[in-house]
């Protein structure tokens, strides 16, 4: 610019003394005659968004103490000027990965009791008794509309395995 505005060269001269093109030169100087900056008029930010190792860690430490927030609530409640997809993409880097929780009934005071008097009557079973006893299990089934039991998703740690906060008590 100052080449411009106290010599009298052309910009083909002053380009050819830089060693940048002649369109670049006019470039510079018309976007510093309309905005009186050499800056390019963008707005914020432009391109990728980046977490810092900070965040990164800050996040992690936030994704153990709630593993059942989405990404979305990770990113607002951190307060991150990133995507979704990028506050998943740093997760599984570091090895955690969004599954739906395993649907499991927890036992109740009158559940073992009854568990315990069973056991405790049969006890003294022979191996004939056994053999002539039917074991079933209680399951859980839903007929005609499927109903989603377990509709949200827990954060966990590949190959690690399950904890209390995986699953969800049906």
Known sequence: MTLHEHTAKTQREIAAEVGVNQSTVARIISRYAETGSFSPTRKNRCGRKKM??????LLLQENRLNPRMTSNEHRVSR?????????RWVLSKHGRISRKPMCKQL???????KR???AKLHRSWT?????KGLLTYE???VQGQQVSVCPSCVWRIIDKPTCESNYQVA
């Open 127 to 131: 191996i004939e008794q056994w053999r």
């Open 52 to 57: 810092t190792l900070r965040d990164e860690r």
């Open 116 to 118: 315990l008097s069973w």
């Open 107 to 113: 036992l109740t005071e009158p559940m073992k009791k």
């Open 139 to 141: 399951s859980h089934f």
């Open 79 to 87: 307060n991150l000027d990133v995507s979704s997809r990028t506050v």
